[in-house]
């Protein structure tokens, strides 16, 4: 038995019928998003930290070395919790 705020079923029947999947399937794959198994998280975190360092060592801007040295290094400190957005523009063995 899961209680739900008002609407809130509406909104996730809604949801699951645009997706074409039962409630039950919405719920469980939205909770899949936002709470992914451990293996994928660390796969990411690592994919992440790898893609960095690619990039690190393909640039010669000491003012980006720096600022993805920071990056590793907050990937590293704060684990899967730090969001990770990467603006280089050739593509890793990853994509």
């Not at 939205?30 to 451990?38: G, H, M, N, V």
């Not at 690619?54 to 590293?76: F, H, K, N, S, W």
């Amino acid at each position: 038995m899961l209680r739900l705020p008002d609407g809130m079923r509406d909104r996730i029947k809604d949801a699951a019928a645009n997706n074409n999947r039962s409630m039950n399937a919405e719920i469980v794959a939205t909770l899949e998003e936002k709470y992914p198994a451990p293996s994928d998280v660390m796969h990411i975190h690592l994919s992440n930290i790898r893609r960095a360092l690619d990039i690190y060592e393909r640039t010669t801007d000491p003012r980006e070395r720096l600022r993805l040295q920071a990056l590793v290094e907050g990937m590293a400190t704060l684990g899967h919790d730090l969001e990770v957005t990467f603006d280089d523009p050739s593509p890793s063995d990853d994509d």
